[in-house]
C-alpha cells in the first residue's frame, strides 16, 4: 500500500488516526510486524452482489465451501486479542450480512479490543446498520465503488440498483460520524473516472480514497485485458498527485497492489537525492503479501493476503495463530522475503526491487506464467531513475527496515 498523500504532502486522515503520524519527516511507521501483521478477516464466504472481479468468488453457487462455527471464530479473537494483532479488517464475502461478523466483533469489543475496521460494499448499511458500527467503535469503513455512472458500476457488481445502496452506505456511514472510504478497483473501464472519483468521496464527507490496480485472482482470474495500460497508469497516477494536493486537509489517497508506483511518485516530487531517500524509506516500511499482512479465511484457512487465495499458510482449525505467524513457518517464509525469489526479466534486475517487492505475483503469474516473474503493470524504467538519483540496489537495500 502507498500513502500517496502522506508521501506528496505528509498529512493523513484515517491512517494517522489509526497509526498515529508518518511520513516525510516523520519515522516510517512500525505499526505492524512480521508477527503483529494486520489481519483480513474474510468472515464469510455469502454476499449480496455478484462482482467480476470478486478475489474469492464469494456467492458462487456452484461451489460447497465450509465457513467455521461461531465457537470456533471466537477462539480465533481470543487469539487474535492476545497475540496484540494491531488491526483486524472485517471482509468477506460482504461481512454485514452475516451474523457472525457482529458476534465476533461484539465479542471483541467486550473484551477490550477496539482495533475494529470493516470491508464492505456499503448496500446494506442503513441508518440503523450505520449507527451500530459507530456504537461498536469501528475505526474505519471501506465502501466500494466502481464508478460514477450507476449502470456502470451494476454491471460490474452484477446486482441492478448497487450503486444507489453503495452511496446512500458512504451517506449513513459518515452522517452517523464513522472515519469511511471510498474503495475504487481500477481497470481499463473506469480508469478515466478515477480523479473525478476523489471529487465525489470528498463531496460526500469521506476521509480516505483507496485505489486498487486489478489483481487477476478469483473471478479476475482470467480478465488479464481488463488491466489499464502501462502508460494510462502512469497519467492516472499523475493526476492523483494533484488531487493529493487538492485535498490534502480533507482526505487521504491511498494505492494499493500497485507498490512500483511509490518509486515512481518518489521521483517525481523529490526535490533532492536525500528527500527521494526518505521517500523510498515510507514505501519500504509498508507491508505486502504476507509480510505485515495475512488473510484468515471463512474456513479458518489463513493466506498470506486476501489476493494470494491459492496458497495456503496455515490452517486455524489445527494449528494457533502464533505458531503460523511464526518466521520458521516454512510456507509463510517465501513472503517475507519476496525480492529474492523474482525471476523475471526486469524484476529480479530492478534497483529497487526490495523497496517495492515487485508488484503483483498474480498479474505476474496471468501475464508470463511464472509465479515469480514479471508485473506487466509497472510503467516505468527503475534504471533511467536509479541513475537520475545516483543511487544503486545496495544502498536502496540498506535503507530498507
Ligand atoms: S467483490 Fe466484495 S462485494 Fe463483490 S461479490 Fe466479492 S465480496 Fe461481494
Ligand atoms: S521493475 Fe519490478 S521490482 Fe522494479 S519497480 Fe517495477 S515492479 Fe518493482
Not at 486498487?212 to 492523483?240: C, F, K, V
Not at 499482512?293 to 499458510?313: H, M, N
Request: proline share 5%; hydrophobic share 35%.
Amino acid at each position: 500500500m502507498i500513502p500517496l498523500t502522506a508521501m506528496v504532502t505528509g498529512k493523513g486522515t484515517v491512517s494517522f488516526k489509526i497509526k498515529g503520524r508518518y511520513g516525510r519527516g516523520s519515522r516510517p511507521s512500525s505499526f505492524t510486524s512480521i508477527l503483529r501483521p494486520v489481519v483480513f478477516w474474510n468472515i464469510t464466504y455469502k454476499c449480496n452482489l455478484k462482482c467480476k472481479h470478486c478475489y474469492i468468488n464469494a456467492g458462487d453457487p456452484n461451489l460447497i465451501r465450509r465457513e467455521l462455527p461461531v465457537e470456533k471464530t471466537i477462539e480465533i479473537a481470543d487469539q487474535i486479542i492476545e497475540q496484540k494483532i494491531p488491526l483486524v479488517v472485517f471482509t468477506g464475502g460482504e461481512p454485514l450480512v452475516s451474523e457472525k461478523f457482529w458476534r465476533i466483533a461484539e465479542y471483541m469489543v467486550s473484551r477490550g479490543y477496539t482495533r475494529i475496521s470493516v470491508s464492505t460494499n456499503g448496500t446494506v448499511i442503513d441508518w440503523e446498520t450505520a449507527q451500530r458500527l459507530k456504537r461498536l467503535g469501528v475505526r474505519y469503513v471501506g465502501i466500494s465503488l466502481d464508478s460514477l455512472v450507476p449502470e456502470k458500476h451494476d454491471e460490474f457488481r452484477g446486482v441492478k440498483g448497487a450503486w444507489e445502496k453503495s452511496v446512500e452506505g458512504m451517506r449513513n456511514s459518515v452522517k452517523a460520524g464513522l472515519p469511511t472510504g471510498l474503495r475504487v478497483t481500477v481497470t481499463r473501464d473506469n480508469i478515466s473516472e478515477v480523479p473525478d472519483m476523489v471529487d465525489f468521496a470528498a463531496s460526500l464527507g469521506l476521509e480516505r480514497v483507496s485505489i486498487y490496480l486489478l489483481d487477476t485472482t478469483g473471478r479476475a482470474a482470467n480478465e488479464l485485458e481488463l488491466l489499464p495500460s502501462p502508460a494510462r497508469l502512469r497519467g492516472m497516477i499523475d493526476r492523483l498527485i494533484e488531487k493529493a494536493i487538492e485535498y490534502q486537509d480533507i482526505l487521504e489517497i491511498l494505492l494499493v497492489r500497485m507498490n512500483f508506483a511509490g518509486i515512481y511518485i518518489a521521483s517525481r516530487i523529490a526535490k533532492s537525492r536525500e528527500e527521494f531517500l526518505e521517500l523510498l524509506k515510507i514505501i519500504g516500511a509498508q507491508g505486502d503479501c504476507g509480510r505485515k499482512t495475512i488473510s484468515i479465511y471463512p474456513d479458518g484457512t489463513v493466506r498470506p493476503c486476501q489476493f494470494l487465495e491459492s496458497i495456503v499458510v496455515g490452517d486455524l482449525r489445527r494449528e494457533s495463530l502464533t505458531d503460523i505467524l511464526s518466521p520458521d513457518n516454512p510456507r509463510l517464509k517465501p513472503f517475507f522475503n519476496v525480492p529474492e525469489r523474482l525471476r523475471g526479466e526486469r524484476c529480479s534486475r530492478c534497483p529497487f526491487k526490495h523497496v517495492c517487492g515487485g508488484g503483483s505475483r498474480n498479474r505476474a503469474l496471468s501475464a508470463t506464467g511464472d509465479f515469480w516473474g514479471d508485473d506487466p503493470s509497472c510503467f516505468f524504467n527503475p534504471w533511467e531513475i536509479a541513475e537520475k538519483w545516483g543511487v544503486n540496489s545496495g544502498e536502496i537495500r540498506s535503507i530498507i527496515r
